[in-house]
């Protein structure tokens, strides 16, 4: 089957199973490896891409259903003006909340998913936000020491306007 | 301690950059041309004899790249240390559900998934044993592969047994005001690392030679297994690090034997192989933390103080022995916990059975015991009337103690400065007094009921006695300037490549940015054994200093050259050398002074433990050269009508010795007691009848951010004279008192203390398991081979 996808702004052309998951369209057929494997049912949000803006885990979206659509994955996330860490990324560096890294894509994307939607959120909204991604290194505390540092950073950009 | 540039000073870890951006590489995201797709055939029997297998239908099938058993194996694939009882793939015998026993390398999942339904293997069942309790039974089946004695054996399934002496603890039993006398159990823990699995073998053209990615607790270990398994040299092998997705412990035998497996598919058939597990082959062919049943007695004076103490745990090693014996005998090392006893007797036995297989995850041994001990202390403590703090702060370890093993402690002992400042981080004699102990009787129903408990940890420093302890490094100035640094011992996340950055550039006064610390690699780094026991920051932060020290010395000689002065005239500002003239030179130009010289800027650093011994016939000795001590307080809120438990407040104080990370060190806090959380509250592999019961995230809960609180995490930082720059460890000891902590503030607030772990709802409501209906087979083995 044909997939055309919109994928980190780009348009991608690529040919897979029709069954194919977006999960492994994604690792397999386009190569972007940020987005993991952790469980492949659902449960661990390692590999959370935003589709059309929303927060999804790839491995339970057929790539067919995200034909024709935007997905945005890990390897899209980045600062405006260079190919560096945004201002989550450089958070989530700051407060220390990377241990092994296999979880933190999905986490930043829940991050993101978060913050565009809820610019201004409670560590426990923060928490809720990230339940459907699991981290087996930090305990999450620095995580959401992270997203809120950045929520609180934004609104003050956004306020100064 | 002398001022510091950058240990102790916040810092940002090293691989930080490339993990947020997505482009760290996990095993998994690597791909090479012509790379095949591999797995193994699991038994999905829990103990059988193997009668025949026949591999010629997958053989046959075009797309088939290598068909291995253990006949393509030296002796049979045998490996497994300290007893080597285990094979790279089952020889004559499965023991578990989910023991591999024909690996096989295809062009794509498709060809794979047919050849693996193409083998026919004949296996006869066998009766198996599933009750540690019943292993040692006169009758119980034999499992393991060469039991100590021959069949009816009346101990035939013991793998090794420990004892700890002190005294005759019966006697001073006797003469106690109060005794506890309990038993308790916990269940196995999956590290539930969220990179499963995985290997990647290429090899080389022309010859017998294989480079293997594998992320596991030691790259040497691997090695050394390959070749002596598919009879290969020294030369032959190179095993490189990719980036591990987290460990625990869980990374030691079960990826050896995938690291073997994909060499010897990569080997047959000329071809890169590489080899993901899925989640729940991952959980049903890994081993576990090992499951123990615990019998207790404790024995104090009116006054709380402790007299003596007895053990007896038997340890279910399941099918393999693994590194059980000695998590077993880290766990008769800690059983009595950290306190000062007339008397105490430790009996451990380790069993086999058909329940999976047990091995390391973080605490060793130590977090089954510490969950007995400090309930049975706790005990004591409220059938007293005696503050829990006070009851431990009166028996604990005190500097130049000797304890129950009969070792000499030395001055760095702080478990009373732990006790004491998380009495005071937690508000603890408020909330004790606000809180009132809860009482089974008095409850109403749906009542919410808040509690408050503690629970304090020792924990060795490093392998102890175990073996031989060392680590090494390596520290060279490349032609840019920049440094390379290698360490024998893995960063799985908890940071010590970081630490080893920090240390290195602090002792040779340079900016760290131009240290890049290397991954492991046979091929680079120097052998310093697994990275295990909390032995990173230490042993391999002494070897990272004695390497900086050693170049600094020799970028010194060139300093003194430079300004033909004696060396000790040389002093330091920032990176800058300065001369007695006050003649300021930079690091790059005294590197350059160096080479004119013809000095070579590189150096080796080994650092070997204090010696240690362990007497085994007469259960004492000095097991360990130190331990890190510590204490944590729970608060937790019991909803009485569901028996959900909520930890509401949660508050660490470690002995960390000096801290060189910071944020690297909370987060091992506040990782360690999370897992502790799971192991506590939620967390539990059960095996009915050797088949496992949970096989992904959907069965196996562990703490989601939702079930955590915010940590307060505190450290202690009485300098270490052993550790580089006062540091001691820490990536254990978080984790290891935190379910006690829990279960206790549980008993604060409900009156009744969970003696088998996990806490689950029908434990905290009813006090007792309900059971699952239906068939134990029933489970999602998932392997993807009916």
Redesign the interface.
């Known amino acids: 089957m044909k997939f055309t996808l919109l994928v980190n702004g780009i348009k991608m052309n690529t040919e897979a199973p029709a069954d194919t998951s977006l999960l492994y369209l994604l690792r397999d057929y386009l190569h972007l490896t940020g987005t993991k494997e952790g469980c492949n049912i659902g449960e661990c949000g390692a590999c959370s891409v935003l589709l059309d803006g929303k927060l999804v885990n790839s491995c339970l979206i057929l790539a067919a259903q995200a034909n024709g659509r935007e997905v945005k994955t890990i390897e899209g996330v980045h600062a405006l003006e260079n190919d560096g860490p945004n201002d989550l990324q450089q958070a989530f560096i700051d407060y220390g909340a990377v241990q092994c890294g296999f979880c933190i894509p999905g986490m930043v994307l829940a991050g993101e998913s978060l913050l565009n939607s809820n610019p201004n959120p409670n560590r426990t909204e923060i928490r809720a936000a990230i339940a459907g991604n699991l981290c087996r290194c930090t305990g999450y505390q620095q995580i959401v020491d992270a997203i809120q540092a950045t929520a609180v950073k934004r609104q003050e950009k956004n306020s100064r306007g | 301690m002398a001022k510091t540039q950058f240990i102790g000073k916040p810092a940002?870890?090293v691989?930080?950059?490339?993990?947020?951006?997505?482009?760290?590489?996990?095993v998994?995201?690597y791909?090479v041309p012509n790379m095949l797709v591999s797995r193994c055939l699991r038994s999905t029997l829990p103990h059988a004899r193997i009668l025949s297998i026949d591999i010629t239908g997958a053989q046959n099938i075009p797309g088939v790249r290598a068909v291995i058993t253990s006949e393509d194996f030296v002796n049979h694939s045998r490996f497994g240390f300290p007893i080597e009882d285990m094979y790279m793939l089952a020889y004559q015998r499965v023991r578990f559900v989910g023991d591999p026993i024909v690996a096989i390398a295809a062009d794509n999942e498709d060809i794979l998934l047919a050849a693996l339904a193409a083998v026919k293997v004949d296996l006869e069942p066998l009766p198996g044993v599933f009750d540690p309790r019943l292993a040692l039974q006169p009758d119980a089946p034999l499992v393991g592969e060469n039991p100590r004695e021959a069949e009816g054996h009346p101990r035939g399934n013991l793998v090794i047994d420990y004892i700890v002496r002190q005294g005759d603890p019966d006697a001073v039993l006797r003469d106690c005001d109060i005794t506890v006398e309990a038993e308790y159990t916990t269940m196995h823990q999956e590290?539930?690392?969220?990179?499963?699995e995985g290997a990647l073998a290429i090899p080389w053209p022309g010859s017998s030679g294989v480079t293997i990615y594998a992320p596991c607790q030691s790259p040497f270990i691997a090695k050394n297994n390959v070749i002596k398994t598919i009879g290969l040299e020294q030369e032959d092998v190179r095993v490189i690090q990719p980036?591990?997705?987290?460990?625990?412990g869980g990374k030691d035998d079960t990826m050896y034997q995938t690291a073997t497996q994909v060499a010897k598919l990569a080997l047959v058939s000329g071809q890169p192989v590489q080899m993901l597990f899925?989640?729940e082959e991952s959980m049903i062919a890994s081993y576990k933390r090992d499951a123990m049943v615990m019998q207790l007695k404790v024995g104090a004076k009116k006054d709380g103080t402790l007299q003596a103490c007895k053990f007896h745990g038997i340890v279910d090693s399941g099918a393999y022995s693994a590194i059980t014996p000695f998590t077993a005998w880290r766990s008769s090392i800690h059983a009595m916990g950290p306190y000062r006893y007339q008397a105490c007797a430790v009996d451990t036995d380790v069993v086999y059975t058909n329940n999976g297989y047990a091995g390391a995850f973080r605490g060793f041994g130590n977090t089954e015991v510490c969950y007995a001990i400090e309930l049975a202390v706790d005990e004591i403590a409220s059938r007293l009337k005696m503050d829990p703090i006070d009851l431990r702060l009166k028996n604990c370890l005190r500097p130049f103690d000797t304890t129950s093993h009969g070792q000499r402690l030395g001055e760095d002992v702080a478990i009373v400065e732990c006790l004491e400042q998380v009495r005071k981080i937690s508000d603890w004699d408020r909330r004790r007094k606000e809180i009132p102990q809860g009482d089974p009787k008095q409850i109403r129903p749906g009542e919410f009921r808040r509690g408050i408990g503690v629970a304090a940890v020792f924990h060795g420093i490093s392998l102890g006695a175990e073996g031989k302890d060392f680590a090494a490094g390596t520290l060279r100035i490349n032609d840019d300037n920049t440094l390379t640094l290698t360490s024998g011992l893995t960063d799985?996340?908890?940071?010590s490549r970081t630490v080893y950055t920090l240390i290195a550039a602090e002792t040779l006064g340079i900016d760290p940015n131009r240290i890049h610390m290397l991954r492991p690699d046979t091929d680079t780094a120097l052998d310093s054994g697994p990275t295990v026991a909390s032995r990173a920051t230490i042993m391999g932060g002494n070897a990272t200093q004695e390497a900086a020290m050693r170049l600094d010395t020799i970028l010194l000689t060139a300093a003194a050259g430079l300004f033909h002065c004696q060396m000790v005239e040389v002093l330091r500002e920032g990176e800058n050398y300065i001369g007695p003239n006050e003649e300021p030179a930079t690091f790059d130009q005294v590197v350059d002074q160096a080479r004119q010289m013809g000095l070579v800027l590189s150096t080796q650093g080994r650092w070997n433990a204090p010696e240690n011994h362990w007497s085994f016939e007469s259960g004492s000795g000095k097991p360990y050269f130190a331990y890190h001590y510590g204490a944590q307080v729970a608060e937790v809120l019991v909803d009485t009508g569901t028996g959900k438990v909520e930890v509401t407040g949660y508050w660490a104080a470690h002995n960390t010795g000096t801290v060189i990370f910071p944020?690297?060190v909370?987060?091992q806090?506040?990782?360690?007691?999370?897992?502790g959380l799971g192991y506590a509250l939620m967390e539990r592999v059960d095996y009915d009848q050797g088949y496992i019961q949970t096989t992904?995230?959907?069965e196996y809960l562990?703490p989601?951010?939702?079930d955590?609180p915010?940590?307060v995490g505190t450290f202690v930082e009485k300098p270490f004279a052993d550790g580089p720059y006062g540091a001691k460890n820490i990536a254990e000891p978080g984790l290891v008192p935190a379910a006690p902590a829990i279960i206790n503030a549980i008993y604060h607030a409900t009156g009744r203390r969970i003696q088998n772990l996990p806490a689950n709802l029908e434990r905290v409501l009813i006090g007792k398991d309900l059971r699952k209906e239906g068939s134990n087979t029933a489970c999602k083995l998932g392997l993807h081979q009916e």
């Not at chain 2, 691989?15 to 996990?26: I, S, Y």
């Not at chain 2, 799985?492 to 940071?495: D, V």
């Open positions: 940002t870890r691989d930080a950059l490339e993990k947020v951006m997505g482009t760290a590489k996990f998994a995201d791909s590290h539930a690392y969220i990179e499963t980036y591990v997705g987290g460990a625990f899925s989640r799985y996340g908890a940071g944020q690297g909370l987060g806090v506040f990782g360690g007691i999370t897992q992904n995230f959907d562990i989601t951010a939702m955590v915010d940590i």
